[in-house]
């Protein structure tokens, strides 16, 4: 064994008691309630740069690249200050949490009755609205959470229904012309603000609706379903693409296989193979 691991054995044995292991387990706890609160926001990916470059200071110190490490270093705060202001929304929600005492509440994950359930209503609602000519606008959040553009609307928490969507996007009513976001199978907001779409090659071809649909799909993972108010057509924007004019069973097929985790799917297939078989 090295000295200097000896040494450092040493004192850690030297000096670990009770009060060491509860200074662990507490520290262990709020570590994972702040991966917790961060897991599903745009906030990760900031963390992961940030680790990255951690690293790279580590490994130049070690090499002992001065100028180097010291412009690693330099990059780190703005790095961490960018991550206090991107995760802003999320720390007031984690206080409201603590205040309501939800802090402790688990991540509720959907059966497949319930995605199928989701679905079903998206399909029924957009199949109504597209024969009105009625717009509208439905983000589907997945893994990368929709806070800021939560906060930007209005809250409702309701249950997912057809009616209910059809409602919020009915001419005439205050949340129309904006976006509804789903959170699992409830809807979270109405009358909320997307980001638009900049590139070059869609300014001149498509509508705000779809413009919008369009940015918030290339920021996060989240499912956009579009309803033309124009022509009535149905679109899909998801993973920075917008696929238009959609069939309501193509869309359904497409909703289903793109919500479905991937477990699930697997044993979807497994089991209608079975089922051929």
Request: proline residues 3%; hydrophobic residues 50%; charged residues 20%.
């Amino acid at each position: 064994m090295l000295p200097e691991v000896k040494v450092f054995w040493q004192t850690v044995v030297e000096n670990f008691t009770w009060i060491s292991v509860l200074d662990i387990l507490f520290v262990t706890i709020a570590l994972y309630y702040v991966l917790r609160l961060m897991r599903g926001t745009r906030a990760v990916q900031l963390v992961k740069g940030l680790l990255v470059l951690a690293v790279l200071i580590a490994f130049t110190g070690v090499l002992q690249l001065t100028t180097f490490n010291w412009l690693l270093k330099q990059a780190l705060i703005p790095g961490v200050i960018a991550l206090i202001i991107l995760f802003q929304p999320e720390l007031r929600l984690a206080l409201e949490q603590i205040g309501r005492g939800h802090i402790f509440a688990g991540f509720s994950s959907l059966r497949q009755e319930q995605i199928t359930h989701l679905v079903d209503e998206l399909i029924y609602a957009a199949r109504q609205l597209s024969r009105e000519h009625i717009g509208a606008l439905i983000a589907v959040e997945r893994e990368v959470g929709l806070n800021d553009v939560i906060q930007t609307g209005r809250r409702t928490e309701a249950m997912v229904s057809a009616d209910l969507l059809r409602t919020i996007f009915y001419p005439g009513t205050p949340l129309h012309d904006l976006a509804t976001v789903i959170r699992g199978d409830r809807i979270v907001a109405a009358g909320c603000l997307l980001p638009l779409a900049e590139r070059r090659d869609v300014r001149g071809l498509l509508g705000t609706r779809h413009r919008a649909a369009l940015g918030l799909s290339e920021t996060t993972d989240a499912v956009i379903v579009v309803v033309s108010e124009e022509t009535g057509a149905i679109s899909l924007a998801v993973d920075g693409r917008l696929h238009g004019n959609m069939a309501p069973d193509a869309l359904k097929q497409r909703l289903l296989s793109i919500l479905t985790p991937p477990s699930r799917t697997s044993r979807l297939r497994l089991g209608r193979r079975e089922d051929a078989a």
